[in-house]
């Protein structure tokens, strides 16, 4: 039996942000080097309304285009190899965001048959229901709550997620911290390098 594991998409899995930021940049005449606050429309100064609508006029774009993130792809099918779960559980909706994150999914090759789409709602919910091992997140709200649960959560390093970071949370810069923090964790729970590949 291995671990639990559950993964966020946007910021972790899909590097979503470099294609979001290109694009509203275009779409409100800005030209912001980077997105180093989560909440974007204080970043871009529009409504949630607007910024909405943009994100529904241009969901296949803004979903579909991403890469995945360096080494994810690797890390991801080494732990499927070595028996462990993976949940991903994202903000995404459910519908057309749905629709084109499954259609991704198959152009990298990732199984979509444990995709939770939380929406607007905690992904609290799914940690729980899903007893997972270990969380990997970029957004630190979502981190915190699932931390204060007491899932251990890894913290992919971006600029909109710097700062103090609370028991339980640890921050990652790249693929291969996430996946030596997921080694050690295996490894305090007794699984050996038999059944967990390092």
Known sequence: MGLKIGLDIDGVVANSFPVFLRELNKHYGKNLA?????????????????????????VEYLYFAPEPMAGALATIESWFQAGHEIIFITARKLGIQEQVTRKWFKKYGLPDE??????????????????????????????FEIAAIGVPVLLLDAPYNQGKLPTGVTRCYNWEDIKCEVAKLACSKGLTAGTFKF
């Open 114 to 143: 444990k995709i939770i789409f939380a929406g607007g709602a905690s992904k609290t919910f799914a940690v729980r229901e899903y007893c997972l091992d270990v969380f990997v997140e970029d957004f630190t709200t979502n981190a």
């Open 34 to 58: 980077q997105i180093d606050n989560y909440k974007m429309t204080e970043l871009f100064e529009v409504s949630q309304e607007d910024l909405s609508a943009f994100f529904d006029a241009n």
